[in-house]
């Protein structure tokens, strides 16, 4: 990283108009953004798995026993927290004893949800333990309750976590692995309201409750178990799973049981289910659309958090968004089913909206997993099946400059001047800003969502002398700008000169439809 550049010790030239001032009271840090809200979302559909991490042990690009390096080292220059894997809908039908053993043994299944194509296993439990090694990242094992048993559940945690001669530490020892993984993360399902069972809510209140129950932990494993969640806005499913819970108004020191969190899925788009907008090639009013309904991520995390509060007061009990991102239509001439889709600087500012979000509710919201980290739907990486070539995603580029988010004390950002624009009868802030601090640096997350007009921000710093900082912009040319194999960089971020001292703090120029970040030295 470059060095911090110390300020110049006077006020900006006059003539500076400011359209937004956010006050940062730099003493006064919050709740702490987990680094687990920096999570990924690895399903078996189209290329994320087969041909974006796992490449097979006889290809020719360079891999560690069959997963791809290059997209390991990507990954771990974002420090990716968890990783959440096999689904999505089809971990509802996913048994985990197809996916063991030597794998020219494996049997086959069809992959109903995603494509309709034969999947033949040869990705499984040991293959995806491997994977997250090489990260370094948290496994995020999402298990079967749509079409599997209690005792298959219970199965695959004894045969990951338990360390003695259980009967499934001995197969695990059999095929290969000799100690247990540490397994923080489980989910009792995925959409259980939809791909994942059809179910009502008050039917999976019960089944998640009897599943969490024998996942055990073995060890020095300790689960934290995530329920199935609602979509979007049904508060009804967020209420049944809250009231399910045992006396969450009971001493604090006691964890929630019998599972630790509840989950929460949004997708973004410009237009319905059925025509969810272009990737590229869209209109302005489509972007503010998909901006305005970017933004809504606000209102459900409140709404949502709202309801754990009335059962929670003391908030045991975590709210995990483990999908999020951009839903476009697929990419032409491409299977319908593998869902891929060009990534642009619109789904870069879609994602820090998102990101902000998180920060403002680092209290109930500990953990969300973008979909997808390869290849589907809002991706980190496209891999070019016909060259071989890794591209990394403006997604990319803003998860890789907020890294400095992880594991810091969320700061809050008040917003004075912000401009608004109706759409569709709702009002768009066209600023979204978040801030954190963490020992002597604090960083500023700052993101335009203006698409014509450039805007000037005023940093008004409190509470702490600022000695240093250091700014990086992300930006380009055209809403719809992208990354491709032969521009790999037509959208990256670069070094921020927009920066000037101000009697308050810092002036910082924030260009049209741009993400910036500002470090800050402090003492």
């Not at 293959?127 to 997250?132: G, P």
């Not at 907020?402 to 912000?418: S, Y």
């Not at 969502?449 to 008004?460: E, H, I, N």
Request: include cysteine; proline fraction near 6%.
């Amino acid at each position: 990283m470059p060095p911090l550049v110390p300020p110049a010790g006077h006020p900006a030239g006059p003539g500076t108009t400011t359209t937004t001032t956010a006050i940062i009271d730099l003493d006064l840090p919050g709740a702490t953004i987990s680094r687990h809200v920096y999570g990924h979302f690895a399903e078996h559909l189209g290329r994320c798995v087969y041909g974006g991490f796992w490449v097979g042990e006889d290809s020719p690009l360079p891999h560690v026993r069959g997963i791809r390096s290059d997209v390991v080292a990507a990954l771990r220059a974002l420090q990716v927290p968890n990783l959440r894997w096999p689904g999505g809908c089809f971990a509802d039908d996913y048994h985990w004893r197809d996916g063991i053993g030597p794998r020219d043994q494996r049997p086959r299944m069809v992959n109903s949800h995603w494509g309709d194509v034969v999947e033949d296993n040869a990705f499984g439990t040991h293959e995806f333990m491997d994977l997250c090694e090489m990260l370094g990242a948290d496994p995020y094992v999402s298990g079967n309750i749509g079409s599997g048993s209690v005792a298959e559940m219970s199965d695959w945690v004894e045969y990951l976590t338990r360390a003695d001669e259980s009967p499934m530490a001995a197969l695990r020892r059999a095929n290969g692995r000799d100690e247990p993984w540490r397994v923080p993360f489980w989910g009792l399902g995925n959409e259980a309201w939809g791909c994942g069972g059809n179910l009502r809510a008050e039917q999976f209140a019960s089944l998640a409750r009897q599943y969490a129950t024998y996942s055990r932990n073995h060890g020095g494993n300790a689960l934290y178990r995530i329920a199935a969640g609602a979509n979007e806005s049904d508060l009804h499913w967020t209420e049944t799973l809250m009231r399910s819970f045992d006396d969450l108004a009971a001493d604090p020191a006691e964890p929630a049981r019998p599972f630790q969190a509840v989950s929460l899925h949004y997708y973004t788009m410009s237009g319905s289910w059925g025509d969810k907008g272009d990737a590229t090639g869209f209109s302005t009013d489509e972007w503010y659309t998909t901006m305005a309904r970017a933004h809504r991520i606000e209102e459900l995390l409140t709404r949502h958090s709202t309801v754990m509060d009335r059962y929670d007061p003391h908030r045991k009990v975590g709210l995990v968004v483990d999908e999020w991102g951009t839903w476009w239509n697929v990419e032409k001439g491409t299977n319908p089913g593998f869902l891929y889709q060009q990534n642009t600087l619109r789904d870069a500012l879609v994602a820090s909206v998102h990101l902000d979000a998180f920060h403002r509710h680092a209290e109930r919201v500990v953990m969300a997993n973008i979909a997808q980290t390869v290849n589907v739907l809002q991706a980190m990486i496209l891999t070019d099946p016909d060259t071989g070539a890794l591209v990394l995603t403006p997604t990319y580029h803003v998860f890789a400059m907020n890294t400095g988010h992880h594991d810091a004390a969320a700061l809050a950002v008040h917003l004075r001047g912000v401009e608004t624009r109706t759409v569709d009868g709702t009002e768009l802030p066209l600023v979204s800003a978040s801030a954190s601090v963490k020992g002597d640096t604090a960083l500023v997350s700052l993101s335009n969502l203006d698409a014509d007009s450039d805007r000037t921000v005023v940093l008004d710093l409190r509470g702490r002398d600022v000695v240093g900082h250091e700014a990086r912009v992300l930006t380009a040319p055209a809403l719809d700008a992208h990354n491709t194999p032969g521009r790999l960089d037509a959208v990256a971020p670069t070094a921020h000169d927009g920066v000037r001292p101000h009697p308050r703090g810092l002036e910082i120029d924030l260009p049209a439809h741009a993400y910036v970040t500002v470090r800050l030295g402090l003492r």
